[in-house]
Each structure stands twice: as structure tokens, then as C-alpha cells.
């Protein structure tokens, strides 16, 4: 199981930005993949939505569709570290930001504790 360290997130007014990283150490595998989901809470429940994705094994890129267009997912200079930079953010875009990682294709077997980010009006 990599072991992921989180940074990046805070306060931020409606139309700011906010960068994310996640670093991920230990074993790396084949069709490594990264990738972040936003937990939020509802009326009544706890939600959680994919976000972005990164292929390491053939950089691609995925993005859930409240994301398209203003967050971009990217592989940094560090081994195993991708930056999830927001742009445009919302009200709507807060939450607690929870970066995964494992084989794509196969349900993430490493979490991080998640970050804060809120967007005020």
C-alpha cells in the first residue's frame, strides 16, 4: 500500500484558485494511477464524487464532469506526485479533497486523509 501525504487546499473566494498535490511512496505498480475525489456532506448524507484522474502508465487524464474545464490533473517533477490545479472554484466546489492511488482499472487501495477546501461567495 503507497503511503500518501496531502498538501495544498485552505480559503478561498468564488473565482479563486487552489493547488492540490499528493505525493505517493512505497511500491509502484504497473498502470500506477492517481487521482483525487471531493467528500461532501448533504442534506442528509455523506458524498463522495470522482474528480480527476491521472494515468501514470500512459499520462492520461480523466475528469468528472463538474470538473471539466476548470480543475486540471497533471504529473509533477517528483516521482508519484500529481498537482490537481483549481480554477474558477465555487461555492458548490467545497468539501474535503481525497487523493487515491493504485492500479487503474482497479478500485484504489491507498487514501490520504483529505484536505479542506472552502469557497466563499
Known amino acids: 500500500q503507497p503511503r500518501l501525504v496531502e498538501s495544498g487546499g485552505g480559503s478561498v473566494q468564488a473565482g479563486g484558485s487552489l493547488r492540490l498535490s499528493c505525493a505517493a511512496s512505497?511500491?509502484?505498480?504497473?498502470?500506477?494511477?492517481m487521482g483525487w475525489y471531493r467528500q461532501a456532506v448533504g442534506k442528509e448524507r455523506e458524498e463522495r464524487k470522482f474528480?480527476?484522474?491521472?494515468?501514470?502508465?500512459?499520462?492520461?487524464?480523466y475528469y468528472g464532469d463538474s470538473a471539466k474545464g476548470r480543475f486540471t490533473i497533471s504529473r509533477a517533477n517528483a516521482e508519484n506526485t500529481v498537482y490537481l490545479q483549481m480554477d474558477s472554484l465555487e461555492p458548490e466546489d467545497t468539501g474535503v479533497y481525497v487523493c487515491?492511488?493504485?492500479?487503474?482499472?482497479?478500485?484504489?487501495?491507498?487514501w490520504g486523509q483529505g484536505i479542506q477546501v472552502t469557497v466563499s461567495s
Open positions: 487515491g492511488a493504485g492500479q487503474l482499472g482497479a478500485e484504489f487501495n491507498a
Open positions: 512505497g511500491r509502484s505498480y504497473v498502470d500506477f494511477a
Open positions: 474528480v480527476a484522474l491521472y494515468s501514470f502508465s500512459g499520462g492520461r487524464t
